[in-house]
């Protein structure tokens, strides 16, 4: 009788070690990368809010906005408390949604005393920008706040227009500040804090 070759010889034994090896390797660097994997759930995370933002906003931001809970939207409104309110001049707040059953935060711009669509006028020192806006969605007021934030943060004056008319809105320093802590507030609840 012959004898059979075996199949495991020593070369083989050595290059499946290597493989072994280098596989758990690559497996074990991989895992130090785990928050850069792929979305693929199709969910839009924009508007999420994790535990300890919403949290540290509801114990420790909160006493500075006036709550108003919207039990048919499932929504708690937070204004700032600072805002200037009139019965006939036109304003513009920002307001923060909490929706803690989907656990996301939306930004919207309330106005009072006119009607959409607007433009908001905001000069610095620099230049002098117009947006124009028209009442939207979610993502319309937050790509809104988006375009304002530059002008907010280096103290533009802002000028509503509605209708043909203008109208000066956070002109004064107690309502800059406002927008400023709404603006803080809102991206720190979204773990945009850069």
Do not use: C
Not at 2 to 28: N, Q, Y
Not at 56 to 82: C, P, Q, S
Not at 150 to 162: D, R, T, V
């Amino acid at each position: 009788m012959t004898k059979r070759d075996s199949v495991l010889t020593p070369e083989l034994v050595k290059i499946l070690k290597i493989f072994i090896l280098s596989s758990l390797g690559l497996v074990l660097a991989l895992s130090f990368f785990n928050e850069y994997r792929a979305n693929n759930s199709g969910e839009d995370r924009t508007f999420r809010v994790n535990d300890s933002n919403r949290l540290y906003f509801l114990n420790v931001r909160a006493i500075h906005y006036d709550r108003e809970i919207r039990r048919d939207a499932g929504m708690t409104l937070y204004r700032n408390g600072k805002r200037t309110q009139s019965d006939s001049s036109p304003t513009l707040d920002l307001v923060i949604l909490l929706n803690s059953g989907k656990e996301n935060a939306y930004i919207y711009f309330e106005l009072k005393n006119a009607e959409w669509p607007i433009r908001i006028s905001a000069k610095t020192a620099k230049k002098t920008q117009v947006f124009d806006f028209s009442n939207g969605n979610n993502a319309d007021h937050y790509s809104m706040l988006e375009k304002l934030k530059p002008a907010i943060l280096e103290n533009a004056e802002f000028e509503l227009i509605s209708e043909g008319k203008t109208f000066p809105i956070w002109s004064k320093e107690m309502e800059k500040e406002a927008v400023k802590t709404v603006l803080e507030d809102y991206f720190r609840l979204l773990n945009q804090t850069n």
